[in-house]
């Protein structure tokens, strides 16, 4: 048995934010609390949003107490000004951090039982839905506007957390590319690395069949095209991006992950990286270390990325093209392939038992140790 879980609605392409408050009204709240970061306020990207509000008469408080990887403290935080704020649903405006903040507060607000935010780690046995969270990206690459997933980082015990619940689920996505043109080019880089390591990870993940390859390989193929213009500010490669992340969302969401977002998880946890970047980082690697396990699905990740003559290669030669195409395009964004002066000899072997802890770590296609895992972070640097 298979289960698929989507948004209730989604908008997507250029100007679709205006749909916001007409969901907002049209779904009978009164109240917004709105989630965001301080630089999407500084640079006006949150403005867009809000102006609309302002102009259809709806309450707002503005919640922006969210780091690049959002922590327990933050999402208490969180919580707590939401009671004070009298809101009935959230408006989440930004990349991963503000979607993963505003799916923490939502859900602990209907289940505050959970209100340590650590028990909500791994498959939540929550009973409730959360808040309805209206999301609004601003990066194309985490698809978290689509996922049932979030991550938050215990500053205390310095790691990562996944945490899996369907009743996190945004109710409404809006995905608009014009939210997505002040990204510069080293986060529009990263995310969409990201979203093709979703893709990828998806596609060849011990849960994929097909329903899930269909958006997989769809994505890939997307992103492919897209990503190079897209760090070029091109509103062709913005909107294709836009749909891209979105895309492999609907697919990851429902049939996991693997070993690079483990890895990736801890490299945020211990070192602060962003974590497209260190997704990115690793994406070769790993998929040079899951080929043996894949079967043919590295010619249709090739095929996807734009390489030429595939249905004639052998099995050797589609799995190194695929590999290649993806070195390639992580090249040509400014992506450096190297873990040198980042990771510390001395906490690999941390890394590596954090990383076999993640919860994305069993879907990967090829069963894993802490030593393996060790080799592939040195190989890196």
């Not at 039982?113 to 609004?136: H, M, N, Q, Y």
């Amino acid at each position: 048995m298979y289960k698929f879980v989507l948004n209730e609605t989604s908008y997507h392409g250029t100007g679709s934010i205006s749909a916001v408050p007409e969901e907002i009204k049209a779904r009978g709240f009164k109240k917004v609390f709105t989630v965001t970061d301080p630089d999407l306020i500084k640079f006006g990207v949150s403005k867009k949003v809000t102006d609309l509000l302002d102009k259809e008469n709806i309450a707002y408080d503005v919640y922006s107490d969210v780091k690049a990887n959002p922590t327990i403290e933050n999402v208490q935080h969180g919580v707590e000004e939401f009671k004070k704020s009298g809101a009935d649903c959230i408006v989440a405006i930004g990349g991963g951090s503000a979607m993963d903040t505003s799916k923490a507060i939502g859900i602990i607000i209907n289940n505050p039982e959970f209100a340590d935010v650590r028990s909500l780690e791994g498959v939540s046995p929550t009973t409730k839905p959360c808040v309805p969270i209206i999301a609004v990206p601003t990066t194309a690459g985490t698809a978290a506007e689509v996922t049932i997933n979030y991550v938050i980082t215990d500053v205390e015990k310095k790691r990562k957390f996944v945490c899996v619940d369907t009743h996190d689920i945004p109710v409404v996505a809006v995905v608009d590319p014009e939210m997505m043109n002040s990204m510069p080019a080293s986060l529009t880089a990263a995310t969409g690395m990201d979203a093709l390591t979703h893709a990828i990870e998806g596609y060849i993940t011990k849960g994929a069949w097909e329903m899930s390859d269909m958006f997989h390989i769809k994505a890939i193929e997307i992103i492919a095209k897209n990503l190079r213009g897209a760090v070029k500010n091109e509103p062709a490669g913005r909107e294709g991006m836009a749909l891209g992340q979105y895309v492999a969302g609907m697919g990851f969401s429902n049939v996991g992950l693997g070993v690079d977002h483990s890895m990736a998880h801890t490299l945020s946890a211990y070192y602060d990286m962003p974590h497209g970047k260190a997704c990115a980082t690793l994406l070769p690697t790993v998929m040079e270390y899951n080929a043996p396990c894949t079967g043919e699905k590295y010619r249709d990740i090739a095929k996807a990325m734009g390489v030429k003559g595939t249905e004639n290669m052998s099995q050797e030669e589609y799995r190194k093209a695929a590999v290649d195409a993806v070195k390639q395009l992580a090249e040509d964004v400014g992506i450096t392939l190297s873990l040198k002066g980042v990771v510390k000899e001395e906490d690999v072997h941390a890394l590596a038992v954090d990383a076999f802890a993640d919860a994305c770590r069993p879907g990967n296609p090829r069963d894993t140790s802490v030593e393996e895992i060790e080799a592939l972070y040195r190989s890196l640097m």
